[in-house]
């Protein structure tokens, strides 16, 4: 089945402790990107990643590290997580140039 | 920074009845226009999506309109149903080659029965 994952779906951290949020896609798509979803401001962009090696800033990279080694994997780094990155991601996937993105099932972060 | 604005944030339709949804945007360079569909504790999927060289697309009952003069687009969802209940989500790209979206807001649909 033609599919985006993440893990963990559900995480309850605390200020300070770095944490991974894994996402992998078997659609062999060039593709991917992170955003994050919060209440009343829809779905920002965190980092996107054009190909293996090929990553750039979205809207809201502050506070956010990804890498691209693999094609089908992009993970997402909080390096020093922060209350104010609470929130809901999602990682996307899609083959180049159509702006069909596949999106996983989310991730709920809570930051404490 | 580029924009898509979203219009309303939540709308209460009727069953049977038609929900249209609103986005308009600034930037000219946009060439593709989707509609994303999201349901609760899911991520959100595709739905319909137009380029602007076409006023309207249909599928089933989704159906976008485009006005690239006004720079405006929208989502009728004719004899909208209780399983049409999501947020839905307008988005733009236009980067040539690969593209990065920019959402609306969303609007949170609600068809009551």
């Known amino acids: 089945e033609a599919q985006v994952t993440q893990n963990p779906r559900y995480l309850i951290t605390v200020t300070g402790k770095k944490l991974t949020v894994t996402c992998s896609q078997n659609m062999n798509h060039e593709y991917m990107s992170w955003y994050r979803q919060d209440p009343g401001l829809g779905l920002r962009q965190i980092y996107y990643s054009m190909n293996v090696e090929v990553t750039d800033k979205g809207d809201v990279p502050e506070g956010y590290k990804v890498s691209r080694k693999e094609k089908r994997n992009f993970p997402l780094i909080l390096e020093s997580p922060s209350p104010n990155q609470t929130s809901l991601y999602f990682c996307?996937?899609?083959?180049?140039?159509?702006?069909?993105?596949?999106f996983g099932p989310g991730t709920r972060l809570t930051v404490l | 920074q580029q924009q898509v604005k979203q219009s309303p944030q939540s709308l209460i339709v009727q069953k049977g009845g038609i929900s249209i949804i609103n986005c308009a945007y600034e930037n000219t360079a946009f060439d593709y226009f989707p509609w994303y569909q999201q349901f609760p504790g899911k991520g959100p999927a595709l739905l319909i999506a137009?380029?602007?060289?076409?006023s309207e697309k249909k599928e089933g009952r989704f159906t976008i309109s485009f006005n690239k003069s006004a720079k405006q687009f929208s989502l009728h969802i004719m004899d909208s149903q209780p399983g049409d209940s999501a947020t839905y989500f307008c988005a733009a790209s236009s980067i040539p080659g690969y593209s990065t979206l920019t959402f609306g807001k969303g609007t949170m649909l609600l068809v009551s029965p």
């Open positions: 996307a996937s899609s083959w180049g140039g159509t702006g069909r993105e596949f």
């Open positions: 137009i380029r602007p060289d076409v």
